[in-house]
């Protein structure tokens, strides 16, 4: 991650963006990107790879800077044109991201596709299993586990057991069951 930090230019400005825009949104891209690079270090991946997935967690909510925080900070369940608006930042992420020059791939996949659902529930375009990039399908992990280990304005945070077995019981569809198992070995 500090790497990623100090070679690459549009990360700094990218996290910048995002930190002056919301605070939880910047710790959470930071706190994704933690658990992706531990996921993936457990898993063995190697040293470009990881590189390639930290940036990508860690940019994976940058589309947020361009969503009203208004919507990124309503204490409470968001409407039907709310919710449509949010669902906008993973392809914000990814055009910003092509802006600032980033032109790996799998980096913008991972931005673009992290809400993307095994079962084809998911958004932007509704795919499903292995037609879902890898680094997206481990970042949408580590964003739900997040999102549930972290304390909120509107909500208490889990302890990771719950939140582990709320993902396995409830999510069972949506998540790639392989990298759960991984992720349940690593926080043994």
């Known amino acids: 991650m500090v790497g990623t930090i100090l070679h690459d230019d549009y990360a700094i400005k990218s996290l910048m963006s995002i930190a002056t825009h919301d605070y939880y949104t910047h710790t959470h891209s930071i706190n994704v990107a933690i658990y992706a ?33 208004a919507i990124i900070n309503k ?18 992420g990814y055009t910003i991201g092509l802006k600032l020059g980033i032109k790996n791939r799998k980096i913008l996949e991972g931005i673009r596709h992290h809400h993307e659902k095994m079962d084809g529930t998911g958004y932007p375009f509704r795919m499903r299993g292995e037609a879902i990039p890898y680094y997206a399908r481990i970042i949408g992990l580590c964003d739900i586990f997040d999102a549930l280990t972290s304390r909120r304005s509107y909500k208490e945070p889990m302890v990771p057991f719950e939140a582990l077995l709320l993902i396995k019981t409830s999510m069972k569809g949506e998540i790639d069951m392989t990298l759960l198992k991984k992720m349940i070995e690593m926080l043994r």
């Open 75 to 92: 204490n409470g369940k968001l409407t039907d044109q709310e919710y449509a608006e949010m669902k906008k930042h993973p392809s914000l």
């Open 37 to 69: 690079l531990s996921l993936g270090s457990f898993m063995k991946l190697k040293p470009d790879a990881l590189s390639e997935l930290g940036e990508a967690a860690l940019l994976h909510d940058l589309g947020k800077s361009k969503i009203d925080a």
